[in-house]
């Protein structure tokens, strides 16, 4: 399932709807597809949705698209820095607040934080430890203006820290859902169990467009969401029977499931699968030996049959 839009122009700030305008970052690469979408809502007084990665060219052209209004938030879905990056030098320029769930470590579950403690090394993926939102925002959380009302959705999953925000009918979707691709679960930032009740929790709410940080926008929310949990599950029951046939650590099993991936991508399938690993661990479904770590052996827990 994809979405066919046309690669927007990087550097120009494209309006999508009344009061809202995309500008596209020049960072594209095989994990952020054609770069991060920054996002401008409103017409006077705007609100900044992910200011996009530290890149002096990307800064002027938001500024540009910004033309002098006046900023009134710089909203931040997660700390990584294709998404935050350019949030203190945003600031600083406008004066305005930067908010968001809380800093790189907030929101993350009991298992991860041990993952962690253990000593456990993060993926990778760039992110932003510096980050730290003016103002925190929990779940529920609505900020109304001239712009409207944008309410602030706890989705963790991709990162513990991730939001989403509702406005009117659509939804900003960060990395939770792209538009062109599944999202990057690397632990111990990312978490599987947490996405899923997190697409769980989205497939309640209504809404007619996702907005997502990376791909075009999603017209057809319900069903995008729908097909990335059954990609999942795919996922996941290709795990299973590959655990079927004996014990696997995470590189043997990641092999043996994404048989035609090219091999840039294979350190970041290798957090996916134990990502979904961790997710089966917790549910008795598989067992680690000796314990929980990128470095163990994983079998089917026999006596939960």
Known sequence: MTHREKMPPVGIAEQLQPGLQRVLAPNASPMTYWGTNTYILGESDVIVIDPGPDDPTHFNTLLQALDGRRVAHILVTHSHRDHSGLCAALSKQTGAPIAGFGNSDAGRSDIMTALLNAGMKRGGEGVDHSYQPDACLPDGAKINGSWGEITAIHTPGHMANHLCFAWGDDIFTGDHI????????????????????????????????????????????????????????????????????????????????????????????????????????????????????????????????
């Open 178 to 305: 792209m538009g062109w691709s599944t999202s990057l679960i690397s632990p111990p930032d990312g978490d599987l169990t947490a996405f899923m009740q997190s697409c769980r929790k989205l497939r309640e709410m209504p809404a007619k467009r996702y907005f997502p940080g990376h791909g075009a926008a999603i017209i057809q929310p319900k069903e995008w969401l729908a097909w990335l949990m059954k990609h999942r599950q795919a996922r996941e029951n290709q795990i299973l029977f590959a655990l079927g046939q004996g014990a696997f650590k995470v590189p043997a099993l990641t092999e043996s499931i994404y048989d035609d991936l090219a091999p840039v991508l294979l350190p970041a399938a290798q957090r996916n699968a134990f990502a979904h690993l961790i997710d089966l661990c917790q549910r008795d479904v598989v067992l680690a030996l000796p314990s929980i770590g990128f470095d163990a052996k994983f079998q089917i827990n026999d006596a939960a049959e």
